[in-house]
């Protein structure tokens, strides 16, 4: 199994960015894909959700701080997923784990790429 996140990097307030998630080992289109992020100084246990898309019928969820900023999506045919990012903030610094959920024991987890948003 393995999840693969690319895309990060340093942005000036207001830039946009994608983030993409390829995956192998696991059949990817049946599972629930999500992106969370974990700030600066913040345990593994405090990462916060940023967004979900289900395997099915491609319904996302988002975290309230997104405030219709990001959007998420899936490409199935390329078991990858998505993150696009627009008017990023700096407190949107963190690094972005993509993660792959199907029920207890079927939760895979990437290595991260780190977003930094400065001027």
């Known amino acids: 199994v393995q999840l693969v996140e690319s895309g990060g990097g340093l942005v000036q307030p207001g830039a946009s960015l994608t983030l993409s998630c390829a995956t192998s080992?696991?059949?990817?289109?049946?599972?629930?894909a999500k992106w969370y992020r974990q700030a600066p100084g913040k345990e593994r246990e405090e990462r916060e959700l940023?967004?979900?898309?289900?395997?099915?019928?491609?319904?996302?969820n988002y975290g309230d701080f997104v405030k219709g900023r990001f959007a998420i999506s899936r490409d199935n045919g390329k078991n990858t997923v998505y993150l696009q990012m627009n008017s990023l903030k700096p407190e949107d610094t963190a690094r972005y784990y993509c993660?792959?959920?199907?029920?207890?024991?079927?939760?895979?987890w990437g290595q991260g790429t780190q977003v930094t948003v400065s001027s």
């Open positions: 993660n792959a959920w199907r029920g207890p024991g079927l939760d895979f």
């Open positions: 080992g696991f059949p990817f289109n049946t599972y629930t």
């Open positions: 940023v967004a979900s898309i289900s395997s099915l019928s491609g319904s996302t």
